[in-house]
């Protein structure tokens, strides 16, 4: 072991939000949550809007201390939402609310969690409420496009992750491995 145990104790809750047109935010998130898991803390990813078994969700399986749940349909959401995504996003923030309260995590990441605000799908005063009564000792990371502005004053750290160039405007497509 490279740390001693007492040195992944801390105390202060801190909110990061991963946001921005560009791609990567799921992947600084996931980043933060392999390093988390292998300093021996407990990581809890709740993915919103997200459905289908990404790569990352097998890789993610086999860490000790982690643990991912899905949120939402097998296709992400391109149009008006439908009922079902409502509930899907519902029951998500319900279970986060539990995880979060019960202490057993150290590091929650809410995966999506903007794109569902922005779609209504979570009301915004409830997840002010969740992120302002969060208690100590916990990382809490939402990410997505979108971030709301009452979001980003009650976070500690917010990273903007901007598109300069990507790939797909040279008709590259999504890769295996790569993008899912």
Known sequence: MCFRDDELEGGDRVIQVYTGNGKGK???????????????LKVYIAQFVKGLCYNEIKALGKIKHLKVEQFG???FIKKAPEKIDFELALKGFERVNEIIFRRKYQV???DEINIALKLGLIPLKDLLKMIKNAPPNIELVLTGRYAHPKVIRLADLVSEVKAIKHYYAKGIKARRGIEF
């Open 108 to 110: 929650v990441i809410l």
């Open 26 to 40: 799921t992947t600084a998130a996931l980043g933060l949550a392999l390093r988390a898991a292998g300093a021996g």
């Open 73 to 75: 349909r097998e296709c």
